[in-house]
T-cell receptor, first 115, second 115 residues
Framework: DSGVTQTPKHLITATGQRVTLRCSPR?????VYWYQQSLDQGLQFLIQ???????AKGNILERFSAQQFPDLHSELNLSSLELGDSALYFC??????????????FGNGTRLTVT | AQSVAQPEDQVNVAEGNPLTVKCTYS??????LFWYVQYPNRGLQFLLK??????LVKGSYGFEAEFNKSQTSFHLKKPSALVSDSALYFC?????????????FGSGTRLSIRP
């Protein structure tokens, strides 16, 4: 068990809808990362937060947004959903203070299916 | 820009034989490299990380990785493969010099160990 909790595990919704994915990092971890994993692709970095502030942005669509709250949990909001948004969405956390060698710890992901 | 490549989509090995999963990287400055494993329907699990000065790094489940600066490689190895090692393996590099930098993942290599 990595200590990173993601909810829900599965989400089925229709095109055009909006969903929110939630992540609770490991206790003590300040950094939260979001990744998208599609069938044909590897892990695509979406966005990273550190102690409530956005630190890095990847190939995140304008329809997607995220935030990290004062209690350090994070939410990824996906709106105007399209069929191509169907994927596994992973959250990962790291301490952030241990330097660039600190590894990421991943949750088990949320599987989003858009129909 | 920092990048990492895994040249093989799939590696097949007989149980008991040694295995190698290849990874090459491109960074400016010191590399911060990691290996992760993903089992079906699970998140990624941290296996090991490169530690500056160590050309052979030991990690979890009997895995090790060989760092070669001249070849810019960080290959994952195990002396004797187990069927339970069958999984998806990702090499990753931190795209910067701080723990706040994003981590970029390779495309993944599917390792299949036959009994």
């Amino acid at each position: 068990d990595s200590g990173v909790t993601q909810t829900p595990k599965h989400l089925i919704t229709a095109t055009g809808q909006r969903v929110t994915l939630r992540c609770s990092p490991r206790s003590g971890d300040l950094s939260v990362y979001w990744y998208q994993q599609s069938l044909d692709q590897g892990l695509q970095f979406l966005i990273q937060y550190y102690n409530g502030e956005e630190r890095a942005k990847g190939n995140i669509l304008e329809r997607f947004s995220a935030q990290q709250f004062p209690d350090l949990h994070s939410e990824l909001n996906l709106s105007s959903l399209e069929l191509g948004d169907s994927a596994l969405y992973f959250c990962a956390s790291s301490v952030g203070r241990q330097g660039p060698n600190s590894p990421l710890h991943f949750g088990n992901g949320t599987r989003l299916t858009v129909t | 820009a920092q990048s990492v490549a895994q040249p093989e989509d799939q590696v097949n090995v007989a149980e008991g034989n040694p295995l190698t999963v290849k990874c090459t990287y491109s960074v400016s400055g010191n590399p911060y490299l990691f290996w992760y494993v993903q089992y079906p329907n699970r998140g990624l699990q941290f296996l090991l990380k490169y530690i500056t000065g160590d050309n052979l790094v030991k990690g979890s489940y009997g895995f090790e990785a060989e760092f070669n600066k001249s070849q810019t490689s960080f290959h994952l190895k195990k002396p004797s493969a187990l069927v339970s090692d069958s999984a998806l393996y990702f090499c990753a590099v931190r795209a910067g010099y701080s723990s706040a930098s994003k981590i970029i993942f390779g495309s993944g290599t599917r390792l299949s160990i036959r009994p």
